[in-house]
Nanobody, 120 residues
């Protein structure tokens, strides 16, 4: 079982910045992709940004140039720096990790989510 601990959400004014972090722990042999998703009220969960073990990144078009994802493989942690935040970025942000456990097959785990609210 893998546990994900997210932090860094909160309330920020339009144009402001927040940094999210997600630390994975548990019986992990290796972590493959790590990513951030978000879900706004009444909408489906959507990919915000993802990063492979080797550092290849993928961003949703609406956040390109404003958000940056990176990871610390030694600490099994992924970060999301969010700049120039807009009200439409308001959502619950979820961390997702694809990993290979010490015993068993490759699997995926979700964090509990952290609220990001962009409002004046």
């Amino acid at each position: 079982q893998v546990q994900l601990v997210e932090s860094g959400g909160g309330l920020v004014q339009p144009g402001g910045s927040l940094r999210l972090s997600c630390a994975a722990s548990g019986s992990i042999l290796s972590i493959n992709a790590m990513g951030w998703y978000r879900q706004a009220p009444g909408k489906q969960r959507e990919l915000v940004a993802a990063i492979t073990y080797g550092g290849t990144t993928n961003y949703q078009n609406s956040v390109k140039g404003r958000f940056t994802i990176w990871r610390d493989n030694a600490e099994n942690t992924v970060y999301l720096q969010m700049n120039s935040l807009k009200p439409e970025d308001t959502a619950v942000y979820y961390c997702n990790v694809e990993y290979t456990p010490r015993i068993g097959r490759r699997s995926s785990s979700w964090g509990l989510g952290t609220q990001v609210t962009v409002s004046s």
